[in-house]
């Protein structure tokens, strides 16, 4: 069977499955990298934006994630401290709030019915808290890929009470 070299067309078809173009020098390669998380979720295994990884934690990038979350069919948990959270947050219906200082005491108050989507501010406690519910049984689980710093960057939806100021942070108004 020959197969190309590119990955041409990936469709996502929400719950259904994925309808995958492959075009690659290996096919099994490629299916190593990508994993179907509950028929929708497209997750890698290594991270693509971050250089933190933890062998088993599953990534998804932005633009996934957000397909998920505005398609219902994953749930996003927060967990930056609450002085990061009531700066700037994801505007979402479906994003909880658990930080990681409370994270082990409320686990079994996380919603656990859809896959989970964590983040944090640049993936690395998010990908700590994808092992731990790994270890945990929880449903399949996903880092947010790069974090809430890559989610702005590319102009997703976020709430922020951060002031432009002089942007070095504070809240001037230079």
Request: aromatic residues 8%; glycine residues 6%.
């Amino acid at each position: 069977m020959h197969v190309p070299d590119k990955i041409q067309e990936i469709k996502i078809i929400p719950g259904e499955f994925i309808v995958a173009f492959i075009h690659a020098k290996s096919f099994n390669q490629h299916l190593s990298i990508i994993k179907i998380i509950n028929k929708s979720m497209i997750t890698t295994n290594k991270s693509i934006y971050q250089e933190f990884n933890i062998e088993g934690v599953q990534h998804i990038t932005p633009q996934n994630a957000l397909i998920e979350l505005q398609n219902e069919t994953a749930i996003m948990i927060d967990v930056r401290e609450e002085s990061e959270f009531k700066l700037e947050y994801i505007p979402l219906s479906n994003v909880f709030y658990y930080p990681l200082s409370r994270i082990v005491e409320q686990l079994q108050n996380i919603p656990t019915d859809k896959p989970i989507i964590v983040v944090c501010n640049a993936g690395v406690r998010s990908s700590k808290v994808v092992n731990l519910f790994n270890r945990n049984n929880f449903p399949p689980s996903a880092n947010l890929d790069g974090g809430i710093i890559l989610w702005k960057a590319l102009g997703l939806p976020v709430e922020s009470d951060i002031s432009p100021g002089c942007g070095c942070g504070c809240s001037c108004s230079m």
